[in-house]
């Protein structure tokens, strides 16, 4: 949403107003095909939009409290709204066959709602009662999308600039292409998701179980379900992520600035919910298998040991025609979080035998609990080994141990310097190398915190608390695993340092030889996959340059940072030989310059030429002519491509996306743009010519 507050600055005559003067005076809005929409006993919202605006008098329409009030519940501040919507025409509908009429907020998409004025004037005392707000307000809310849809001339957002790149890169990787229809919901879901997820990361949102982070990781869970509708059972989301930065990061520069950490945090999430499923969907294939419904505790059972989501078990019951018993899910989540809260309490006596602390769970297998245990205690020298570096203001804002890692976020004003990064190691490995012990006691609370021990900030504390002490380097109150000696970590090693919110960083670690090796094997991996990821763009940048006569160089090492190197060479070199074909042909085109119906027209299919020289010639043209629409079309690879654009002289009604319109329904493939330039795809080329006939008789009955 587009939107923005008064808090007393200004009210309805100025918020309608103006308004009115951004769709019509602005946007360029036809003033005929909008309609206003007021609450029922809203006289003075009424009158202003039939005196202080030029709105049709019977455009202005009452509606109740159903669409024309808002509250924010039972009782505190709320007011009327008004709206404005557009008329998209008789074509719009998408219930031609079923007996109806047409409406504003009617039953079907022809009338399409863009604007939202919420006049904040009462305070809700109770279902009856609203008090006069002393200072009344007005929320501002517009539809991006469907605005956007709009003044680009289609009625579907995935047709903008907004959402189109994302479809076709969509269609790209999966091999499968877009329809309007229900066939394309994946495609919809995973473009739509996508962006979401990136926004959400880059403003510190974090998949997890609880709260927001509980709705992104649901997003994109979902998501995924879809990508498996097209064949794609691998993570994809991640691969996305590139098209959404080149799509809104020059706006939004907070997203371009943090895309390795988007792409990074995705693609694990991804990893991960593909380990589930693999695992989850078996046993729900048993399960369903013998059980109508699906009973509460085998969804338990799936969510607690598998790690399947609820939402996910319902969405495949449904796909049966099962239900599921969530009633009885709920039951055994409540018991379940009640256990565990319990169990993090940090109660200990002198007869506990498997104390509880920040895990998340009860390991039993040797191998497992030694690694919790060495990631714990390097957790208490991490925080100790912060203190002495960065100061005693680090303190601990969050943590998780596993068997393979930890993660610890702590308070501190700025990013931690390499230098004061390689100091924490040194006191880490200085203290593993000690060979310090590791011993617990229990003391009364008020004893441990006057021994100095470190406590959580605002946790409550039982009056008996567990001490662990490292040598006489740390003290904290902890109910975790533990080494006996820190020479059992064995080694630690650093993985990222970095910044989760105001004022809160991260440290993410692991430890010990053999989980370290593991680990470095894997990013060898992962590096040779991304450099060969790389190679495969060169080698199609390669075909261009080839097909365009430039020389290309091979870099002498092929490293992922050398081919990224190398690509962003040759793409120079690619798009300077573009421009100067551009400047060589259009000099020619220019004189071609016809008028068609009053309109002077560029249009040409050429040889052998990508979208990209195709945009450099159009801009090209477009500055020789600057009053012209031009046409060009090419085809490449069996496919054709079209490019349309107007130039910044251009006086005549008829848009760009309007082109490609007559062209692609004579030639084939979809496109779209601006009312100035707008491009399609997937063309047959042996129709092209055809569709420049089909253009050329339609200018022609204008006159």
């Known amino acids: 949403m587009l939107g923005n507050w008064s808090f007393g600055d200004y009210y309805k005559p100025e918020a309608i107003r103006w308004a009115w003067e951004l769709f019509v005076d602005v946007f360029h809005l036809p003033a005929d095909r909008l309609y206003a929409t007021v609450y029922r006993t809203d006289d003075e919202s009424e009158t202003i939009w039939k005196t202080q605006t030029g709105i049709h008098h019977d455009h202005v329409l009452r509606f109740d409290e159903k669409d024309n009030f808002w509250e924010m519940g039972d009782t505190g501040p709320c007011g009327p709204c008004s709206e404005l919507h557009l008329d998209l025409g008789p074509q719009a509908c998408n219930r031609p066959d079923t007996p109806h009429r047409c409406a504003v907020n009617g039953d079907c998409s022809r009338y399409v709602e863009l604007w939202n004025l919420v006049f904040i004037q009462y305070n809700r005392i109770d279902a009856t009662t609203l008090d006069e707000l002393p200072r009344k307000h007005v929320d501002t809310g517009a539809g991006l999308e469907r605005l956007t849809a709009f003044l680009q001339g289609t009625h579907s957002a995935y047709a903008t600039d907004l959402l189109s790149p994302m479809i076709t890169c969509i269609e790209s990787l999966s091999g499968v292409p877009y329809h309007d229809d229900h066939r394309g919901m994946p495609h919809r879901v995973l473009a739509d998701h996508s962006r979401t997820l990136a926004f959400a990361i880059a403003d510190n949102v974090r998949p997890s179980n609880e709260g927001r982070g509980y709705v992104l990781r649901r997003l994109l869970r979902r998501a995924c379900r879809y990508a498996k509708q097209l064949g794609i059972n691998e993570p994809i989301l991640y691969r996305l992520v590139p098209t959404v930065i080149d799509t809104v990061?020059?706006?939004?520069?907070?997203?371009?600035?943090?895309?390795?950490?988007?792409?990074?945090?995705?693609?694990?999430?991804?990893?991960?919910?593909?380990r589930t499923l693999e695992a989850g969907i078996t046993i729900f294939e048993s399960i369903a298998d013998r059980s109508t419904p699906i009973s509460g505790d085998d969804a338990f059972k799936l969510y607690d040991t598998y790690g399947f989501p609820l939402d996910l078990t319902e969405l495949m019951a449904r796909e049966r025609g099962l239900s599921v018993d969530t009633q009885r899910f709920d039951t055994l989540l409540t018991e379940q979080r009640a256990k565990s809260r319990r169990a993090v309490k940090l109660h200990y006596s002198a007869e506990s035998d498997v104390p509880m602390g920040g895990e998340a769970r009860i390991v039993t297998d040797p191998a497992e609990k030694l690694a919790m245990a060495r990631h714990h205690t390097a957790t208490h020298l991490l925080q100790a080994a912060l203190r002495q570096v960065l100061g005693d203001h680090v303190t601990q804002a969050g943590s998780l141990v596993d068997t393979d890692r930890?993660?610890?976020?702590?308070?501190?004003?700025k990013p931690v310097s390499d230098a004061e990064l390689a100091a924490v190691l040194r006191v880490i490995e200085s203290q593993i190398s000690a060979d310090n012990d590791v011993t617990e006691s229990f003391k009364p609370i008020e004893q441990a915190k006057a021994d100095g021990a470190m406590a959580l900030f605002g946790e409550k504390y039982d009056d008996i608390v567990r001490v662990i002490q490292i040598g006489q380097f740390s003290m904290e109150l902890c109910g975790g695993t533990h080494v006996s000696r820190t020479s059992e970590i064995e080694t630690f090693k650093l993985i990222s340092e970095s910044g989760i919110a105001a004022g809160t960083r991260r440290i993410e670690a692991i430890v010990g030889h053999d989980n370290i090796s593991h680990w470095e094997s894997i990013q060898e991996d992962r590096a040779q996959a991304a450099a060969q990821a790389k190679q495969r763009v060169w080698e199609g940048l390669c075909s261009d340059a080839q097909r365009l006569g430039v020389s290309v160089t091979?870099?002498?090492?092929?490293?992922?940072?050398?081919?990224?190197?190398a690509i962003k060479g040759l793409e120079k070199l690619i798009a300077e030989r573009q421009g100067q074909i551009a400047g060589e042909q259009s000099s020619d085109l220019v004189n071609r310059c016809m008028l068609l119906g009053g309109i002077p027209v560029i249009r040409e299919i050429v040889s052998g030429q990508s979208i990209p020289t195709l945009k450099a010639m159009s801009d090209s043209l477009c500055n020789l002519r600057p009053d012209a629409l031009v046409v060009l079309g090419s085809s490449l690879e069996g496919l054709g491509h079209w490019v349309v654009k107007t130039g910044p002289h251009y006086a005549f009604e008829l848009t760009a996306p309007q082109v490609v319109t007559i062209l692609t329904e004579v030639s084939g493939g979809k496109g779209g743009g601006r009312p100035t330039m707008a491009q399609a795809g997937g063309a047959d080329p042996h129709a092209m010519s055809h569709a420049v006939q089909a253009l050329d008789d339609t200018l022609r009955q204008r006159s």
């Open 406 to 413: 930890l993660r610890f976020d702590f308070t501190h004003f």
């Open 249 to 274: 990061g020059h706006h939004y520069t907070h997203i371009a600035q943090r895309e390795a950490f988007i792409t990074s945090m995705i693609r694990a999430e991804e990893e991960s919910f593909f």
């Open 554 to 565: 091979v870099p002498t090492h092929q490293s992922e940072r050398d081919w990224v190197t």
